[in-house]
């Protein structure tokens, strides 16, 4: 299912408590009745690291070496001896540069979705707080524990969102949230201005089982989520306190 980028409008983007602001009309009722609130989520794109600077030095420089070389072999008169190892050594910085090279840089998404992974502005990949089983911040990598599955990136590949999942997570899962205060105290300081604010489109509820009734969901309309961490549940079986993150179960669209 793809999910498509939405930015809220201006004032749905003051602050980190605004969408639960019944003032700003982010509230949509149910017919039962029930509150259900708007999941947001900020957007970081990667900026420019140490990846995306090599990745344009090498394709510059890559593309220098190749023209000397080529200029030099077909071009010059005499034709120069070295000119054949400036083209190998050209096409194989390129070559690289292609292989492993770090152009589009790592986009990340963070907040009441759990955190997801952009490309070429598409959502590849979201997991989801209640998923996770720790999350933590060691040797300058964000570590993120599911069942089965470790994912990683480095700090710096997005400082920014890197601190925003120290945020949340501490927010959201205290429990499972591993990382010495020092650690925390060196990443960058937040701020509700950070990121681009989008709304969280509905997952993809095929084949996730109410947490409370175990009873597999069928259909989106009968799905509700936990504000908090995202578990989900069936319409009919809300719990007063979310089962995973043990908080006040209040539902998400
Ligand atoms: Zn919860």
Redesign the pocket.
Known sequence: MVENEKPLEDENSKGDEVKKDPGKGQEKRQGKGQRKEQRTERRFASGRTIGTVLTMAGTLVGGFVLGSGTYGQWYASPSVAAAPWLILAGAALLLAVVIAGDLEGLTLRVGDGGIAWERGGKVTRRVGW?DLRSVGIRDGVVRLELQGQTLTWRVTANPMASAWVAKEAQARIPSRWKAEKSVVDALLKTSHEDGEILRVEPLQIAGRACKASKRPITFERDACY?Q??G?AYHQEEQPVT?L??E?PFRNAS
Request: glycine share 0%; proline share 0%.
């Open positions: 209640c936990c908090n961490c578990e979310c995973t993150c908080r």
